[in-house]
């Protein structure tokens, strides 16, 4: 997986590029769900305590496994912000995937698209595993400056 | 689907779908996992079997000949086979005991392990980890200047602009 800073750059990017208000929230969000709901609870319980759980989380990295957990999620806004907020934090998910399946892994692809209907996994090997580290300090700057600009128009009235 | 009817019953529906999925991709990875195991073992205890067979292993190296070429224990489960060491070549690195690798490779016809690809903790992924940290509270502070509680029992998550419309 590319790191959670560029995940979540992307995501803003992207974002940006369409809305300028809270929505972009929602965007990043969705944009880190994927590895909040595997990375997180695998290095916990399987890197520190040793347990099992690596096949099981991974199920949450899938596209509808992304769906259901946005749906789910969906129901800690508002009614009225409901749906939008399933779209989006979806869509944040999906670019999450996608830019995971860019990347090359160690040995077989082991991103799985067609879960649960098949365990066929892909990967498009673009570059290679750490190659988002190289461009992480530039996003930083990037996204920092972006928010900054964004912030004082926002506070400018516009 | 989104409406405020049947709240729990429609929470409760997607977690068990995703304890569902979680299982059924648990059990399918495990008897994946024992494949893989088994055939890990029948190449270390007979490397002849598994000539030029691509193979990925887990390793920790023990001594260092002359040449460059590592004894090494191979990880089978959660054990490793260290009444079967192997002899690794091509490794990178520093030649200390210890290491615990991730090799891509094969055995040739003298059972020597011939690597294709490495890759081990260091510090590359301790780097990832942080900046992923970083990230990680980024993203929240990000999230938390644009949505709040509102005073509803159910606190649900609102837009800051929309606070008063909505509360």
């Given amino acids: ?52 759980v690596a096949h099981f989380f991974g199920a949450f990295h899938t596209p509808v496994a ?32 996608v830019l995971d399946l860019m990347q090359e892994q160690f ?13 066929q996994a892909m990967q498009w090997s673009w570059f ?9 300090p530039i996003l930083l700057i990037v996204i920092l400056w972006l928010w900054r600009k964004d912030n004082k128009l926002l506070s400018a009235g516009y | 689907m989104f409406s405020d009817r049947y709240i729990p019953l429609k929470v409760l529906t997607s977690v068990i779908i995703l304890l569902l999925f979680g299982a059924y991709s648990h059990q399918h990875g495990k008897s994946e996992d024992e494949i893989a195991i088994k055939a890990i073992r029948s190449c270390v205890t007979s490397p002849v079997s598994c000539v030029d067979q691509p193979l990925v292993i887990r390793i920790r190296t023990g001594n260092w000949s002359k040449g460059g070429l590592a004894t090494a224990e191979v990880k089978a489960g959660s054990a490793y086979l260290s009444k079967h060491p192997i ?29 294709t690809r490495q890759r081990e903790d260091d510090w590359i ?9 970083a990230g990680l509270g980024l993203c929240l ?27």
């Avoid at chain 1, 290679?128 to 992480?136: D, E, F, Q």
């Avoid at chain 2, 992924?125 to 940290?133: A, D, G, H, P």
């Fill in chain 1, 66 to 97: 992304l769906a259901v957990a946005c749906y789910l999620i969906s129901f800690l806004f508002a009614q009225l912000h409901r749906q939008t907020s399933f779209l989006l934090m979806l869509a944040g998910a999906l670019l999450h995937f």
């Fill in chain 1, 1 to 52: 997986m590319p790191d959670l800073l560029t995940h979540a750059a992307s995501g803003y990017l992207i974002g940006r590029g369409f809305y300028s208000d809270h929505r972009v929230a929602l965007i990043v969000f969705g944009s880190i769900l994927p590895d909040l709901m595997t990375r997180v609870p695998g290095i916990i319980l399987q890197r520190f305590l040793e347990l099992p």
């Fill in chain 2, 125 to 133: 992924q301790t780097t990832k980890y942080l900046v992923s940290l």
């Fill in chain 1, 128 to 136: 290679h595993i750490h190659a988002s580290l190289l461009v992480t």
């Fill in chain 2, 87 to 115: 002899k690794v070549s091509r490794l990178v690195g520093k030649r200390s005991a210890g290491r615990i690798i991730d090799l891509l490779g094969s055995f040739d016809h003298t059972a020597l392990f011939i690597v």
């Fill in chain 1, 107 to 119: 040995y077989q692809p082991i991103y799985m698209p067609w879960f649960p209907f098949s365990f």
């Fill in chain 2, 141 to 167: 502070w990000f999230f938390t200047r644009l949505f709040n509680f509102s005073a509803r029992w159910r606190l649900p998550l609102i837009p800051r602009q929309s606070k008063t419309n909505d509360a």
